[in-house]
């Protein structure tokens, strides 16, 4: 198909960074997961990494529907269309975690990585879905561009998690061995 002739190296790329850095989120928060901390919460999870592994998934799904051999461009925009919405009333849902934890105080950063973002890349893929019958070449730029968003906001929010459970493990406590 003409439309995804050119996207296979780039869907290779993305959406094997994006399988591996899921496997390093969950080596480092296993790790991360025996050092005590000073303030352990289980909200924070599920408000913090969850999303995370949501988007690096969604890049990894994104990469596996745009890599397939569809006869056309309309069903694969069908198909991120809904990972679209889907992405946008997730994010939301974020955001209604984030405000109703209570384990840390979120900052702009946070909103930004958490909220903000993921909407715009979401957001993104609904756009794209509406314009893929007029405009398919633009489309799949503006599709990989939001692949390409969600996968460094998964790598900020893996790298910002780890360095706040590091800074916010107990003083008292010995560091690893």
């Keep these: 198909m ?5 996207w296979e190296n ?26 005590p901390l000073a303030r352990a919460n289980a909200q924070t999870g599920g408000t913090f990494s969850t999303p995370t ?3 690096f998934s969604a890049v990894l799904a994104l990469s596996a529907i745009l890599s397939a051999p569809w006869d056309g461009i309309t069903a694969p925009g069908y198909v991120y269309g809904v990972m679209g919405c889907a992405g946008v009333i997730y994010s939301a849902g974020v955001a209604w975690r984030i405000r109703r934890q209570t384990a840390y105080k979120p900052e702009f950063e946070d909103w930004l990585f958490h909220v903000i973002l993921p909407l715009v890349a979401y957001g993104i893929l609904v756009a794209c879905a509406i314009a893929t019958r007029q405009r398919s070449r633009e489309a799949l730029f503006g599709v990989g561009g939001a692949a390409l968003l969600l996968l460094l ?12 459970h590091v800074f916010t493990r107990r003083q008292d406590q010995p560091p690893p061995a």
């Excluded at 003409?2 to 050119?6: D, R, V």
């Excluded at 790329?13 to 296993?30: C, E, K, T």
């Design 2 to 6: 003409t439309e995804l002739a050119g």
């Design 10 to 35: 780039f869907y290779v790329i993305v959406g094997g960074s994006a399988g591996a850095l899921i496997g390093l989120q969950f080596v480092a928060l296993s790790l991360i997961a025996n050092q």
């Design 53 to 55: 592994i949501i988007h």
């Design 153 to 164: 906001i998964g790598i900020h929010n893996t790298w910002d998690a780890v360095l706040y």
